[in-house]
C-alpha cells in the first residue's frame, strides 16, 4: 500500500489533520491498535478554544458542534467561602470557549471521515514507524495475522501519550521535560443537569473539585484524590457527599445527583518532549505533552499542532518546499510551553498541596485573594483560558 501521509492514532489529533488532508487533497491513511467504538468509550475533554472550534469548521465536521454546543463566556473560582467569576467574554474583548465532548467530536469526525471516503484502518497491532532518518519511510502492521507495509512520504504521531512513535525516538536525542503531581482527580459522569450554567473550580481544605458539563442534560464532576485511591473504593453517594462538602453551601444544596455512567481516576501530568520533529516523522498532540487537566488545554493542544503541521504540509505538497515542515516544531512548542505554564499555574492555583506546609497554603491563599481583585491579574487568567492565538 502507498499513501502520501500515515497517521498513527486516530484520537482527535489524528482525525482533525486526516480530514484537513483529505479537503485538501492530500493522501492519508489513520492507523489505530483499537476500534471506534473503544475510542469512543473514553470520556475525555469538553472545553474547546475558539482555535479547536474554528479547526473543527475547517474540517468540515463542526456542524452538529455549533448546535449542541454549549458556549461559555465566563468560569467561577470558588475559595475561602467566596465565588470569584471571571468574565472571559468581557476580559478578552468578546471571546468565549464552546463546551462540548470530545467523545462527541471524535464521533463528528469519524462520521466525516466516513462520508468523505478517508480510510482508517482499525485494530491494526504492532504498528511501527520505519526510516523516517531516510527519504522513503514506511509503516507495518498486523491485521488478522497478516503483516502488511504502508510506504508514504511522512509519518503523523498522532497516536497518544502510550503510542509508538515518541517511543521509536527516544534512541535520536529527544528531550523530556515532566512533572507529575502528587494526587490525580476521580471524575464522574452523569446524566443529570449541571449545577451551574458554568463551571466551578473549587479551591477547598479538603481539596480541589471543578463542576463541568457536557450538555445540559449531563454533567462532569471531579474531586482531587491521593494516587493511593482506587476507583473501587468510591461508590457514587461517597462522590456526590465529597463534591458537595467542597462546594460554597448555596451551590453545594442545588447539586443534583444521579447514577454515574461513568467514574474514573485520572493522575495529573506535565510533560513535554522535545522536538516534535524526526526526520520525516512528527510527533502531535498527546504523544508529544501531556498538561494536568485544570487548564482545560490538552484538547486544544492537539488542534494547534495539528494547525501548524497542515499548514507545513500544504506548503510540502503545493509548493514542494520544506520550510513549513521545517518550523513546526518551533512555532508548536512556543505555544505548548505557554499552555503548560498555565496548566500548571491553575493547577498550582487550585489544588492542596500538604507538603507545601503553612507558607505554600498562605501563598496561594493571597495569591486567589488577589486574583479576586485585580482585574489584570483576572485579564491575564481569561486570556489563557480563551486560548492564546495560534
Ligand atoms: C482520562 C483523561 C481525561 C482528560 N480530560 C481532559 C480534560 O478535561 N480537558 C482537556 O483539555 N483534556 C483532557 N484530556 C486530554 C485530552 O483528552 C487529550 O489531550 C486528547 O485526547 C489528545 O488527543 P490525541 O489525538 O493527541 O491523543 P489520543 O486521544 O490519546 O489519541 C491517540 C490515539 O492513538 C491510538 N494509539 C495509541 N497507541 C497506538 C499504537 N501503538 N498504534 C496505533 N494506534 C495507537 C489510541 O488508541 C488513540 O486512539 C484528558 C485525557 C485523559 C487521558
Redesign the pocket.
Known sequence: MRTQVAI???????LMLGQLLTNAGIDNII????DRDY?LGRI????LEQGMVDLMDRTGAGARMHKEGLPHDGFSLSFSGRMTRIDMNKLTGGKRVMVYG?TELTADLMDHRAATGGVTIYN?SG?TPHDFDGDSPYVTYEKDGVTHRIDCDLIAG???????CRASVQDKGVQNFEKVYPFGWLGLLADVPPVHHELIYANHERGFALCSQRSKERSRYYVQVPLSDEVEGWSDDAFWDELRARLPADVAEKVVTGPSIEK?I?PLRSFVAEPLRFGRLFL????AHIVP?TG???????ASDVHYLFEGLQEFYSDKKWSGLDVYSERALRRIWKAERFSWSMTMLMHRFPDEGAFGQKVQESELDYLSSSTAAQTAMAENYVGLPY
Not at 31 to 34: A, M, P, S, T
Not at 296 to 302: H, I
Open positions: 498513527i492514532g486516530s484520537g482527535p489529533s489524528g492507523l489505530d491498535r483499537v475510542i475525555r475533554a469538553g472545553v470530545q491494526a504498528v498522532c497516536d497518544g501519550f502510550h503510542g509508538v474514573s485520572a502531535v498532540g498527546d504523544a487537566p482545560a488545554k490538552g484538547l486544544n493542544l492537539a
